[in-house]
């Protein structure tokens, strides 16, 4: 059984710039749920993503998007890069009508 | 809105000792709970998880139990080992369902 995996593992941008972090799901999972976390803090809702359609929204801008693809890996895209937008951003797979979420390792990004 | 705090932020224990970390949460609609381990430079690992119905749950080492009329569930490790080390996070679902509301986490140090 193949973990959730994410790339690329670091990303340094410029603010203004625009970034894409990838994502593939755990094998047997059709649910992605992104999250941000700030360091030294837990991680926060961004969206999640079913049937290649947005399925629920934290409170995030609308600069902060996503795509699911019929394999069910994903993106997270994010326009207009904001100093604060520096965290370790997450991807969790899951089952739908399961709870339990896996996450992988991260992405961590970087703006200067 | 919702909300999930977390006591204590740190925690120190010697190795064989018990440690005790403490959640509450705010919606009552809440039904499910996991507790996630981080390692430094890795996501969260789910290492146990509890559902409104059931009040105690044990794995080896670890527990987890519930008051659901206080809001109220917690982590009980036991014969803590140095590999225990990290940092621990409690959660609840969000109303819909979709998403995990975290704590801001709980630096564990088990020292030998």
């Known amino acids: 059984e193949t973990g959730v995996t994410q790339s690329p593992t670091h990303l340094i941008k410029t603010r203004g710039q625009q970034v894409t972090l990838r994502c593939s799901s755990q094998?047997?999972?059709?649910?992605v749920s992104w999250y941000q976390q700030a360091l030294g803090q837990g991680p926060q809702f961004i969206f999640q993503?079913?049937?290649?359609?947005?399925?629920g929204r934290g409170n995030f801008p609308p600069r902060f998007s996503g795509l699911q693809f019929p394999n069910y890996s994903s993106e997270l895209n994010v326009n207009a890069l904001e100093l604060d937008d520096s965290a370790l951003y997450l991807c969790?797979?899951?089952?739908?009508?399961?709870?339990?979420?896996?996450f992988g390792p991260g992405t961590r990004l970087t703006v200067t | 809105g919702e909300n999930v705090e977390q006591h204590p932020s740190t925690l120190s224990v010697q190795e064989g000792d018990s440690a005790v970390i403490k959640c509450t949460y705010s919606?009552?609609?809440?039904?499910?709970f996991p507790w996630y381990k981080q390692e430094l430079g890795k996501g969260p690992q789910l290492i146990i998880d509890?559902?409104?119905?059931?009040g105690e749950k044990k794995d080896q080492r670890i527990a987890v139990t519930l008051n659901k009329t206080a809001k109220h569930f917690s982590l009980h490790i036991t014969e803590t080992q140095p590999e225990d080390s990290a940092v621990y996070f409690c959660?609840?679902?969000?109303?819909?369902?979709?998403?995990?509301?975290f704590g801001k986490g709980t630096t564990l140090s088990v020292s030998s």
């Open positions: 993503y079913y049937r290649e359609e947005e399925n």
């Open positions: 969790a797979s899951s089952f739908r009508g399961q709870n339990e979420q896996y």
């Open positions: 919606d009552s609609a809440s039904n499910y």
């Open positions: 959660a609840a679902t969000n109303q819909a369902g979709t998403a995990l509301i």
């Open positions: 509890i559902r409104s119905n059931v």
């Open positions: 094998s047997g999972h059709n649910t």
